[in-house]
C-alpha cells in the first residue's frame, strides 16, 4: 500500500504469528485481536514476559563465562588492598557503566585505591597505549574494562607483561585472538551460555557486580539500575529480542527507581530538572533524544570525564554546576553538527554522490571533528536512507563513523575489509574504523562494492505495521494494555497500527511555527482525536482525504485526559 504523504513510501502488513498462539493471547487477557498479534508475533509463547518482565527476566550472572575467574580476582584484590584502574568508554554506555562499578566497587576498596579513566576521542575506543603506560608508571595491579577491551590483545598483553591483571567486561563481537586478560566476560563469546546476547557494556557490568556482592553476601545494589537503563537505551541495543526481554525489563526497572527518587545518580536526577523532565513520565525516546545528546556531548565537544563526574557526584551544588557545563558542550555541538552537515552536503553535490544510484553515502573531510561525524553520518543515514559513512581525514590516518539502515549489516561490512584496516568495531547499525590515509581509497571503492552486493541480494524494504485494528477497539484499555509493552526502542518499537476507511475534521495547526496538525479522525460513526507531529504542512492532504487508511499509534492527551492516536503515514485504502 502506498503512502499518500510521503512518495516511494510502502507499508504492508508485518508476518502473521501462529493463529492458535493468537487466539491464546485473546482468551487469556480478552483484548483485541489486533492487541493479540501484537503479542504473539513479538513474544511468541514468552508473550506473558511482553506485559510483565519483571526481576524473575534478570538472568544469572553466573551463566556468563569468565564471570567467576572475574570475581575471584576482585575478591582478591579487595582482600589485599589493591590499586584498581577502571577503564570505560567515552560514549554514555561506557560512562554509565565506569559510573557504575566506580559506585559499586568503592565501598568494597580501601578509600583512594580506585582511579576511573573514560577516555577520550584523540586516542579512540578501548584502551590507548598511554593509558598501558599510565596504569604502569602508577603503580596499579588491576585494570576493570567496561565497554571495551575486547578487541584489545596487544594492550592487555603489555599491562601483562608488566604484571598487571585486567578483567574485560564488553558487549562487542570479539576478535579471533582474545586479549590475554585474567577474564573475559562478554555475552557475544562464542558458545557462551548467557541466555541474552545483547546486553550493553553497562549491563554486563552490572553482572559483575550483581555476581560480586552475590558471593560476598551483600544485597544486590538494583539502585544502581538507573544507569543501567540509561546507557542500556544510549547504546541502542535491543531492548526484545526473539522473546527474551531482560534488557527491557532492566530498563523498566531502571525508570521505576528513577519515578520514585531511588536511582543511585543525583547528577542525572539534576539533569532531568535541568532539561524540565517529569521523571515519573519518563521515555525511552527523552534519554534518547534529551538526556544522552547532552551527556555525549562531553565526547563531541569538551571534556567526557565531566559527564563521568555528573553521574558520580553526591553534591546537588557539584551537580548543577556540572549540568550547565554539559548544556554548553552541547549548544557548542549542536553549531559543530549544523556546519559539518552542511558542508557534507555540499561535498555530496560538488562530488555528484548520488545514494540512490550507489547504496551508500561516502564522505571525507580533512581534520572533520570526528565527535561530530557519527552524528553527521546518522543525518544522512535517516534523510537519504542508505548506509553513510563520514571519514575525518588526518595527517597520517583517517578515522571513520558508519551508520546503516535496516537491512544492512555495517560491522559485517568493515570484518570482510579488516586486512586494510588499523582498527574497527562497533555494531550492526552503528559502526567505526581507523585506516591509513593511503588505503583510504581502496576503502571507500570496497565499501561502496559491499554496499552494491549487499543491495543486489536484498528486497526493497517496505514499512510494516503490526496490525489492522477498528475504531471501536480504541479506548482506555486499549491504550493502557498497548503502553504496557514500553519502554520502546530497537526490539521493541512503538506498534503501529492500520485503521482503514478513514475520514478527518476539525483540522487546526499547533505548536511553534503552527507545524503540527490536530484534528479528529472517523470511522463507522466513531470519532477519535489525532495529533500529527510535524506534518502541518500535510494538512490539505488529511482535509480531502475520504476512505483512506491511516497508520498510527497509540497515544493519550495528558492536557485533555484522553486517549488520542498519533498519526504516522496516509495510505490508499
Given at each position: 500500500m502506498n503512502s499518500?504523504?510521503?512518495?516511494?513510501?510502502?507499508?504492508?502488513?508485518?508476518?502473521?504469528?501462529?493463529?492458535?498462539?493468537?487466539?491464546?493471547?485473546?482468551?487469556?487477557?480478552?483484548?483485541?485481536?489486533?492487541?493479540?498479534?501484537?503479542?504473539?508475533?513479538?513474544?511468541?509463547?514468552?508473550?506473558?514476559?511482553?506485559?510483565?518482565?519483571?526481576?524473575?527476566?534478570?538472568?544469572?550472572?553466573?551463566?556468563?563465562?569468565?564471570?567467576?575467574a572475574g570475581i575471584a580476582r576482585l575478591r582478591e584484590a579487595i582482600s589485599r588492598g589493591e590499586r584498581l584502574f577502571i577503564h570505560g568508554d567515552f560514549d554514555v554506555d561506557g560512562l554509565t557503566g565506569a559510573a557504575l562499578l566506580y559506585r559499586g566497587l568503592s565501598p568494597l576498596f580501601p578509600k583512594g585505591t580506585i582511579k576511573v579513566e573514560v577516555g577520550d576521542r584523540r586516542h579512540g575506543h578501548g584502551l590507548?597505549?598511554?593509558?598501558?603506560?599510565?596504569?604502569?608508571?602508577?603503580?596499579?595491579?588491576?585494570?576493570?574494562?567496561?565497554?571495551?577491551?575486547?578487541?584489545?590483545?596487544?594492550?592487555?598483553?603489555?599491562?601483562?607483561?608488566?604484571?598487571?591483571?585486567?578483567?574485560?567486561?564488553?558487549?562487542?563481537?570479539?576478535?579471533?585472538?582474545?586479549?590475554?586478560?585474567?577474564?573475559?566476560?562478554?555475552?557475544?563469546?562464542?558458545?557462551?551460555?548467557?541466555?541474552?546476547?545483547?546486553?550493553?557494556?553497562?549491563?554486563?557490568?552490572?553482572?559483575?557486580?550483581?555476581?560480586?556482592?552475590?558471593?560476598?553476601?551483600?544485597?544486590?545494589?538494583?539502585?544502581?539500575?538507573?544507569?543501567v537503563g540509561l546507557g542500556t537505551i544510549a547504546d541502542l541495543v535491543p531492548l526484545s529480542h526473539d522473546g527474551e526481554v531482560e534488557n527491557r525489563a532492566l530498563v523498566r526497572e531502571a525508570f521505576n527507581l528513577i519515578a520514585r527518587g531511588e536511582g543511585s545518580s543525583l547528577g542525572l536526577r539534576v539533569l532531568m530538572e535541568r532539561l524540565s523532565l517529569n521523571p515519573k513520565k519518563l521515555s525511552a525516546s527523552d534519554i534518547g533524544y534529551i538526556i544522552a545528546p547532552k551527556l555525549n556531548a562531553a565526547n563531541r565537544a569538551g571534556d567526557p570525564k565531566v559527564a563521568f563526574l555528573l553521574l558520580t557526584t553526591k553534591l546537588r551544588e557539584r551537580a548543577e554546576y556540572l549540568s550547565e557545563v554539559l548544556l554548553d558542550y552541547n549548544r557548542d555541538r549542536e553549531v559543530a553538527q549544523t556546519d559539518l552537515i552542511a558542508q557534507a552536503q555540499e561535498e555530496m553535490a560538488k562530488e555528484g554522490i548520488d545514494p540512490l544510484r550507489d547504496g551508500m553515502i561516502i564522505l571525507s573531510g580533512k581534520y572533520w571533528n570526528e565527535g561530530i561525524i557519527g552524528l553527521a553520518a546518522s543525518n544522512l543515514a535517516d534523510r537519504y536512507r542508505v548506509p553513510t559513512v563520514i571519514i575525518s581525514e588526518g595527517d597520517r590516518v583517517s578515522r571513520g563513523s558508519c551508520r546503516s539502515v535496516d537491512g544492512f549489516d555495517m560491522i559485517a561490512c568493515l570484518r570482510e575489509n579488516a586486512d586494510i584496516l588499523v582498527r574497527y568495531g562497533g555494531h550492526k547499525m552503528a559502526a567505526g574504523f581507523t585506516v591509513k590515509n593511503e588505503l583510504l581509497p581502496e576503502l571507500e571503492e570496497r565499501l561502496l562494492e559491499c554496499a552494491s552486493r549487499k543491495r543486489e541480494k536484498s528486497a526493497p524494504i517496505r514499512e510494516q505495521y503490526d496490525a489492522a485494528i477498528d475504531a471501536a477497539e480504541i479506548d482506555m484499555r486499549f491504550y493502557t494494555n498497548i503502553r504496557s509493552l514500553s519502554p520502546y526502542g530497537p526490539g521493541n518499537p512503538a506498534p503501529l497500527f492500520l485503521m482503514r476507511d478513514c475520514r478527518f475534521s476539525g483540522l487546526t495547526l499547533v505548536g511553534g511555527q503552527r507545524q503540527h496538525l490536530k484534528g479528529a479522525v472517523s470511522q463507522n460513526g466513531k470519532s477519535i482525536p489525532f495529533i500529527a507531529f510535524r506534518m502541518g504542512r500535510h494538512i490539505d492532504a488529511f482535509a480531502t482525504a475520504s476512505g483512506t487508511g491511516l497508520i498510527f499509534r497509540p497515544g493519550f492527551d495528558d492536557w485533555r485526559g484522553a486517549v488520542q492516536v498519533e498519526a504516522v503515514d496516509l495510505i490508499e485504502g
Open positions: 499518500l504523504l510521503f512518495p516511494g513510501r510502502e507499508w504492508e502488513p508485518a508476518p502473521s504469528p501462529d493463529e492458535d498462539l493468537v487466539g491464546e493471547v485473546v482468551s487469556s487477557l480478552g483484548c483485541s485481536r489486533g492487541l493479540g498479534i501484537l503479542l504473539a508475533r513479538r513474544g511468541g509463547k514468552r508473550w506473558r514476559g511482553l506485559l510483565d518482565p519483571g526481576f524473575p527476566q534478570f538472568h544469572s550472572p553466573f551463566s556468563l563465562s569468565g564471570i567467576d590507548s597505549h598511554e593509558f598501558v603506560l599510565r596504569a604502569i608508571d602508577e603503580g596499579f595491579s588491576l585494570v576493570l574494562t567496561v565497554d571495551c577491551g575486547v578487541s584489545n590483545v596487544d594492550e592487555v598483553a603489555a599491562l601483562r607483561e608488566a604484571g598487571i591483571d585486567t578483567i574485560i567486561t564488553d558487549h562487542h563481537v570479539p576478535p579471533k585472538t582474545l586479549p590475554p586478560a585474567v577474564a573475559v566476560i562478554d555475552p557475544q563469546l562464542p558458545g557462551d551460555a548467557y541466555p541474552n546476547p545483547h546486553l550493553a557494556g553497562v549491563g554486563v557490568a552490572y553482572k559483575l557486580l550483581s555476581a560480586l556482592y552475590e558471593r560476598l553476601g551483600k544485597p544486590i545494589p538494583y539502585q544502581l539500575l538507573d544507569l
